[in-house]
């Protein structure tokens, strides 16, 4: 049997889950000014897969970059459901438009 398949699914379901509470986190302390560093780390981890020889380690790379892109879209839906109640803000920032 050939377990790479659903070794590569539940590694990729885990970055997918992992990146929700840091999407959160990142929003709560630095807005989503702080995009820019999802989408460097993402290019990062996109052109360093494109190197890694192991093919299973260079999916999960690009995988992981491909997550901090989706992030940055998060980020902005992060803000919304922030201004709809769904979550906190933080009372360090002032929250008023």
Not at 28 to 57: P, R
Request: include cysteine; hydrophobic fraction near 55%.
């Amino acid at each position: 049997m050939n377990y790479l398949g659903l070794l590569i699914g539940l590694a990729t379901f885990l970055c997918i889950g992992i990146f929700h509470p840091i999407v959160i986190w990142a929003e709560y302390h630095f807005t989503k000014k702080c995009w820019m560093v999802f989408l460097v780390t993402g290019l990062v981890a996109i052109f360093a897969s494109l190197f890694i020889e192991n093919v299973v380690c260079s999916i999960l790379i690009a995988v992981f970059g491909f997550s901090c892109f989706w992030s940055i879209i998060e980020l902005f839906q992060q803000e919304k459901r922030v201004e709809k109640g769904w979550f906190p803000a933080n009372p360090k920032r002032n929250n008023k438009k």
